[in-house]
């Protein structure tokens, strides 16, 4: 139907809670109040009911990657993770040849033509390949290059305005050219699989860098140069005031003590939670591998999360939203359920300039809508209003 209304819900806004419900309508919320003359009433129960998860940062899930170069792949990973409260994904493109990303945004197109992906899908996130060799993560070294124009504008331009982010390291030689270009385009940058020093992240932060990708992962720190000290990024999130940071909030790569020291001395509206999911989450598997189907790394399921088969490394994220959420809630983080859902909706909304439809419980607004219970358990998701197979 095209109109309904929820009733007996703890409703989260954005800036508070409330109980008593909404109303939705053609895809939009109509109504801050529930409609007792509709002919279509969810009764959430007592049960929260918050704007749906926006995931700016995943590769996959359900044994799918968005690199694997199929719509098939879409559908898999869509459906697996809408299941755990994401409405809103940023399909992420592992650095890769030109050929496979080249691949990867012209599958993405494909995907938007279909209208059950078209309303869920964001844009393409670009994550590499320029990026530092010395920080490399579970990247491919062979396709890590530094950025050149034949190559850039030719992706940005294949990509057009389906490229809403690019996460590359900012030190790298051509960088500042590059930049210039990309923020031209309206495209979000971001500081990602970097060894920049202090001096560097600033004069990235002046060109136009306002995210930091995976804050502590692949992500310089404190290190010596000639014998003196010099800051790194982890340093620089935390004395430049504007910028934005995203984590991996699994528990994993980051335990409670980094989760915490990020909440303290970052402004709370800064943080985006990601999952940096890999094609194992929302799977029950020992064995999985990173990137696409054929080529990717292999890696090893253990403990929450995917290593290198060394064990020297992680490689990815198994994460899903609503283990995010509840991650940040029962830790010693000192955040609350209406803090970390903003951290899952209205923060990462305005991160991606999308924050005027998306992302917070408002009259005209997408219906994205999750209802969940008190330990995060998903109970409905509707997606523009059209309720989801859960």
Not at 113 to 142: D, F, R, V
Not at 200 to 206: E, L, M, P, S
Request: net charge negative; proline share 2%; hydrophobic share 35%.
């Amino acid at each position: 139907m095209d109109k309904i209304t929820f009733k007996n819900a703890k409703v989260i806004y954005d800036d508070r809670f409330a109980e008593g419900g909404i109303t939705i309508e053609k895809g939009k919320i109509k109504s801050l109040e529930t409609d007792y003359t509709c002919s279509n009433i969810v009764d959430c129960s007592g049960n929260y009911l918050s704007a749906g998860f926006i995931d700016m940062h995943l590769h996959g899930g359900g044994g799918s990657d968005f690199m694997d170069g199929t719509v098939k792949a879409y559908e898999n990973i869509v459906s697996s993770h809408i299941k755990h409260g994401t409405t809103s994904f940023a399909p992420t493109v592992l650095g890769s040849s030109h050929e496979e990303i080249m691949t990867a945004i012209n599958t993405y197109k494909q995907a938007k033509k279909l209208s059950h992906l078209n309303n869920k899908l964001l844009g393409i996130h670009l994550e590499g390949p320029y990026i530092s060799k010395n920080q490399i993560g579970a990247q491919p070294e062979k396709h890590v290059r530094i950025p050149e124009p034949e190559e850039y504008e030719k992706i940005a331009e294949t990509g057009g305005k389906d490229i809403i982010r690019w996460s590359v390291a900012p030190e790298l030689e051509g960088m500042e050219k590059f930049s210039c270009y990309i923020k031209e385009r309206g495209i979000l940058l971001s500081i990602a699989h970097s060894d920049a020093d202090y001096n560097q992240v600033v004069q990235a932060f002046k060109e136009g860098f306002s995210l930091i990708t995976h804050l502590y992962s692949a992500t310089s720190t404190i290190k010596r140069v000639n014998g003196f000290r010099v800051a790194g990024i982890i340093e620089s999130a935390y004395l430049i005031d504007d910028m934005d940071v995203e984590i991996i909030a699994d528990g994993c790569h980051l335990p409670e003590s980094l989760l915490k020291l990020v909440c303290k001395f970052k402004n709370i509206n800064r943080i985006a939670l990601i999952t940096d999911a890999m094609r194992a989450a929302c799977q029950n598997v020992k064995k999985s591998f990173l990137g696409k189907e054929g080529t990717g790394v292999e890696v090893i399921i253990e403990d929450g999360v995917a290593k290198l088969k060394d064990k020297s490394s992680f490689g990815g994220s198994i994460a899903t939203a609503d283990r995010l959420i509840r991650t940040m809630i029962n830790s010693d983080t000192g955040i609350n359920l209406f803090q970390a859902v903003n951290m899952m909706t209205k923060n990462p909304a305005r991160m991606l300039n999308i924050d005027n439809k998306i992302g917070a419980i408002k009259i005209g607004y997408d219906a994205d809508i999750v209802v969940f219970d008190d330990n995060i358990n998903i109970k409905k998701v509707y997606s523009k209003g059209v309720e989801q197979n859960m």
